[in-house]
């Protein structure tokens, strides 16, 4: 069965930390991994992973893949409070490559 | 521009009821994708689609149908069968032949009364 695990489920910080988190995953004809940040209706698309050892980075995100260890993560650098939201963990693979499955989601809380 | 429609934003269901949540695209995307969401939990796979006129079974397909009769559409229908349709539901679509994000519609809240 495919399966993609986040963790941890729920984080709070204080502004101006570093989190890490994390996404495992056990998905057969693995073809990409993806990030999303939803905060409150659709999720907005962070990064898309598909070699290892590459990271993305975007401003004060970055991501980096781990194909032979079967996981990412997802790194935020001096968090501010409008980094709050769920983030979203996806592996497409599957049968014909085509099945896309999320992870359960981290809650990320930043306090001022 | 491109994008995916889905309709309607919310939706009230009296138990028993069949009721149908529409999802149509214009990216010419060949994979489309249904999700439900609970709340504070992640995307749940329904069902999904790689071509037209085939579907295959997510993890949580029980209680819901759904039809791939044009590239552009996959509706999603909830039936009287799903125990606990209470949720947020997403859709989803991207390409086939290339690795690209998923692109989102905005979400059905679906309510049953």
């Known amino acids: 069965e495919d399966k993609v695990v986040q963790s941890p489920l729920s984080l709070v910080v204080h502004e101006g930390d570093t989190v890490t988190l994390n996404c495992s995953y056990e998905v057969t004809n693995f073809r990409s991994l993806l990030w999303y940040k939803q905060e409150k209706k659709a999720p907005t698309f962070l990064f898309m992973l598909?070699?290892?050892?590459i990271e993305k980075k975007s401003g004060r995100l970055s991501s980096i893949l781990d194909k032979k260890e079967l996981f990412s993560i997802l790194n935020i650098t001096a968090t501010q409070t409008g980094d709050s939201a769920i983030y979203l963990c996806a592996v497409q693979g599957g049968q014909g490559a085509q099945k896309l499955v999320f992870g359960q989601g981290t809650r990320l809380t930043i306090n001022p | 521009d491109g994008g995916i429609t889905q309709s309607p934003k919310y939706l009230f269901r009296k138990e028993g009821q069949n009721v149908t949540l529409s999802c149509e695209q214009n990216?010419?995307?060949?994979?489309m994708y249904w999700y439900r969401q609970d709340p504070g939990q992640g995307l749940r796979l329904i069902y999904y689609?790689?071509?037209?006129?085939?579907?295959q079974k997510g993890d949580i397909a029980e209680g819901y149908s759904v039809s791939r009769e044009k590239k552009e559409s996959f509706p999603l229908t909830v039936t009287s069968a799903q125990k606990n349709p209470t949720a947020f539901y997403l859709c989803?679509?991207?390409?086939?032949?290339?690795?690209?994000?998923?692109?989102f519609g905005q979400g059905t809240r679906l309510t049953v009364v």
């Open positions: 689609s790689q071509i037209v006129n085939d579907f």
């Open positions: 989803a679509s991207t390409l086939r032949w290339r690795n690209t994000e998923a692109f």
């Open positions: 990216l010419n995307h060949d994979a």
């Open positions: 598909t070699s290892s050892g």
